[in-house]
């Protein structure tokens, strides 16, 4: 964060609007973030922080359009599409900022999934022209790049609450002002979605399977997908090395599917459902299995 | 047009600027995370399975990390 600022400030990027609109409303998170690694922080406090944080970003009109759109196949009427829409915004925006907090468990998985996030939105914001986007995707790129070099096993530094959260708002936040003109809205809607397939496979993996074991989805455990990679045997880099690649394939087909007529395109999108809940169906049954001591515990 | 046919040698150079900008950074967070104790201990929640005190900003000191009998927990305790 303290890096990214410097890189505003030395570039002057303050005259990029929409960097600003995103950078201003993360310091929130990151403040709140800091306290959390400093002193600890209740969920509840935590949650109200992130609320602050998205409603200063719709203050600056960031915020998802899709229902709204003309161009989109549902249509729903005025008012309704604009609140679907903000509430759309506040559950993409918490459910992403937390998602990355919770990817922060291993050494480089964090923030390796951001660089290859960012460098995603980099390519796409520079086919579709938008130049803040891709001034902002090259710096939150550049910056985890180096982040990363720290960051590695055995890790000197991790980016704890104020640094994950701060990366997952303002990389969520992103993908609300990536617009792709150039492409149809009903083929594309979902691609930043898919961007986020790993934080957001972790995220329902876990929460998911904490509900069916009757614990608190928001207290932290091992169980997460790395976690029973490894209890299956696997290696921790190489735990490591697969989630990131699951991140740049699914990363890849996104950005094919913008290509795509409509149906063909969310035909792929619900693929991607049916593998991500076989997927889940799968790591929890083996979970399950490798520590009976955990169900219902 | 796409800002790649405009200023491709400029948006290269925010790069390596940002990767420059962080390498020196990153050392003085840790640094000043050490300073002002922001440093994750072991234990503190069960998800961080640092075996040492690893701050977002730095290593530290040499507390061990509990390994109970839990698989996940001794495969990982190893990093």
């Known amino acids: ?297 | 047009m796409t800002i790649l046919d405009q200023n491709y040698f400029d948006i290269a150079l925010l790069i390596l600027c940002s990767l420059f900008i962080g390498f020196i950074i990153t050392p003085a967070s840790i640094w000043l995370a050490k300073k002002l104790d922001i440093i994750d201990y072991p234990g503190r929640t069960a998800r961080h399975i640092h075996k040492k005190p690893t701050p977002p900003g730095g290593r530290d000191c040499d507390h061990a990390f509990p390994v109970g009998n839990d698989p996940v927990e001794s495969a990982l305790a190893s990093c």
């Open chain 1, 1 to 297: 964060m303290l890096s990214l600022s410097v890189m505003i400030l030395l570039n002057r990027l303050w005259h990029h609007v929409e960097i600003l609109w995103i950078f201003i409303p993360a310091i929130v998170i990151f403040s709140f973030g800091l306290w959390d690694d400093k002193h600890g922080m209740e969920a509840p406090v935590k949650l109200v922080g992130q609320l602050l944080a998205i409603t200063i970003l719709m203050f600056f009109d960031v915020r998802v359009k899709f229902l709204e759109s003309s161009s989109f196949f549902i249509q729903l009427n005025g008012t309704l599409a604009y609140w679907a829409d903000i509430f759309i915004t506040y559950l993409w925006m918490v459910g992403i900022t937390n998602a990355f907090n919770m990817v922060d468990s291993m050494d480089g998985l964090a923030i390796g999934l951001c660089e290859i996030i960012s460098a995603f939105f980099f390519f796409l914001s520079m086919v579709s022209g938008q130049s803040s986007l891709a001034y902002f995707s090259a710096i939150i790129f550049g910056v985890s790049l180096s982040a990363a070099f720290y960051n590695r096993r055995p890790a000197k530094m991790f980016l704890g609450d104020s640094g994950a959260q701060g990366l997952g708002f303002m990389l969520a936040a992103a993908a609300i002002i990536y617009h792709p003109k150039v492409f149809s809205q009903a083929s594309s809607w979902f691609s930043p979605i898919m961007f986020f397939s790993v934080p957001i496979f972790d995220t329902s993996l876990v929460t998911i399977s904490r509900m069916l074991r009757g614990l608190p989805f928001y207290k932290a455990n091992l169980d997460h997908t790395y976690h029973r990679l490894v209890a299956l045997g696997w290696d921790q880099n190489r735990a490591v090395a697969i989630m990131q690649i699951g991140g740049i394939v699914f990363g890849l087909v996104s950005i094919c599917v913008i290509y795509l007529p409509p149906f063909t395109a969310n035909m792929i999108f619900v693929i991607w459902i049916i593998i991500f809940v076989a997927l889940i169906y799968l790591l929890e049954r083996t979970f399950t299995t490798f520590n009976p001591n955990q169900k219902n515990s």
